[in-house]
Structure formats: C-alpha cells, structure tokens
C-alpha cells in the first residue's frame, strides 16, 4: 500500500527513534556511530530524537515534522526543507525511499544522511560559521571549542544575546577568518545563507521585540547541541511565518553586512592594505 506524508505534515511531528530504548524528546548525545552535521539545530534536534539520533534516513516529511515542532510555519518550513532534497547535488548518499517500502511520492521520495549535508561548500555549507572552522582552515562540522568560548563571552556573562549581537558577532567573524584564511570565500551567497540561520536562531529561540536569547540557553544549544528547555525555553506559541521570517533577514542581511567595500564584494577577498587595516581593526575590538 502506498503511503503519504499528507496526513503528518499537517498535525505533530511522527518521531521515529532510531534507537527504541530512548524515549524520544530525552536528550541523550551522538554516540560515535551517529552522524551529525554543521547545524546545531539539527543536532540538537536528533539529540533529542525529534529527528532519527543516528542521523540517517532523514525523510523531507521529517525534517519538516521537526521544524513544525519548532513552531515553524508549514510553508517556511517547506521552504527551508526544499532545498536539501531538490538541489542538493546528485549523491550516492540520496537514495530512493521508494525502494526502501517507505513512501512513494514522486516529488519526495528521497531520504538524507547528514553526511550529505557535510559533503562541502556549494549549498549549504559555507565558511565563516558561528561555531565551526572554515574547512580550509579546521574542521567544518564538528564545533571549535575556541570559537564557542569566543562566542560565549562575546556578551557579559548570564547576558542574552539580541538579534543585533549576533549580527555584529557574524560581522567580526567575518574579518577574522579574513584574516586567518587567505583562500575564504564568502558573498553575496554566503552571506544570504548566514543571514538565514541568525533569522531561524533567533526568531525560533529568542524573546521579546529584538529576539534576545540568554546566554545559558545558547551554550546549551552550541556546546551541548541540546534544545534549552531546562533553561526555560518553551516552543513560541505563535507560528514562526515566511513573512516575519523575510523581515527579519532582510534586518539581518543589512546588519550583519561584513564588507568592506563593493570591490571587495565582487572580488571576493579583494587584497588592499587598506582593507587589511579595517579588518585588523574589527577583529581588535573583539
Ligand atoms: C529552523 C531550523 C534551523 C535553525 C534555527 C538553524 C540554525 C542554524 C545556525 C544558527 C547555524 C550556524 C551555525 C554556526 O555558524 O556555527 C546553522 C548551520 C547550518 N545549518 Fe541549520 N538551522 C535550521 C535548520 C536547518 C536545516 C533544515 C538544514 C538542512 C537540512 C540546515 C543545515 C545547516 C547546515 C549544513 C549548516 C552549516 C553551515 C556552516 O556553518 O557551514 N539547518 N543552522
């Protein structure tokens, strides 16, 4: 019989555990065997079981089942779940689930390990993160335990972090990792995808009219890749639209804007003294 997500898109999350004797929403970290990804999001996610915790055979439907559960509206989090299935390139890792007796809808019949995802730059993955290393540089998956100290006294400490916080902190990440990796490679692309993740962030963890998020619960989602419910956070009770979403990153997009000059934008790393100068002078006040 075929079968359709129809029926689960709509109401809450299906959680198939891939491990039974955890019951799903207790977090429990990655055992070596899992796979996890770039995205701590997603990570904290399968820690807790909302998505598959060995990271493995992730449906479309699923994705989007965790991202609903995350209070995401249906159309952003379709949106957001498009891409990965549709555009990601041909790999040997995508396989059918029709094959699999699992569902047979044309347009999603796929699943994805997370291994996809840490395939390398040209969808999603991009230099300059939060918590990670360029791969040129380090290691483009797994977090860098400077870079999250970096990130984690970017602010006083027990501060929350506002929208605008962790734009400026992406602005100085931005010229560090200029700094540090001649060959990066970040623009307009780039920029887009981080100005969607800051936007997902904070819209889906922060509070109040500038999304402030406290600090307790970033270290929770960045260090332990664990959703910060003991910490106090509680779903949004008001879905998280493509509308509020759009604002959001445009704010973000404009916030955030890292660089130093048009040349430099279309040149990607245009080299020039002057530039060299701004840059040092950024990553001085950090
Ligand atoms: C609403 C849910 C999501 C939120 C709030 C979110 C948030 C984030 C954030 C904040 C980062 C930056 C991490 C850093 O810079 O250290 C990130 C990175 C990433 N996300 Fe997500 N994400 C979400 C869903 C997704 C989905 C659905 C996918 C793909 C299936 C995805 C794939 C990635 C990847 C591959 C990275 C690594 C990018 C890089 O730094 O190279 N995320 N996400």
Redo the contacts with the bound molecule.
Sequence with gaps: MQRTHAATASTMPVFPPADNSIPTGVFSPARPSDQR??????NALSNHGILPRDGRDITASQ?RSA?RY?S?SPELAYL??FG?YNFHPPSALLRSAKEKGVYTDAQRNRVIDYSL?NLGPGF???DV????QDREVGD?IRADPALLKQFLSFRPPGSSYAITDTAVYRKKRYAQQAMSNKSMKYGLVEHSIVAG??T??HN?FGQGWNYEIPQSWLKALFVEERLPIEEGWRVRSFPFTVIEGWLVWIFVFIFAWPFTSMRELWQGSAKSAVRESKLSRIVHSF
């Design positions: 990804t770039a995205c701590p999001i997603l994705l991202m995350l995401v957001a779940v990965p995802l999603i993955e991009h993160s939060i918590s990670r483009p993740e800051t997902g962030l889906i």
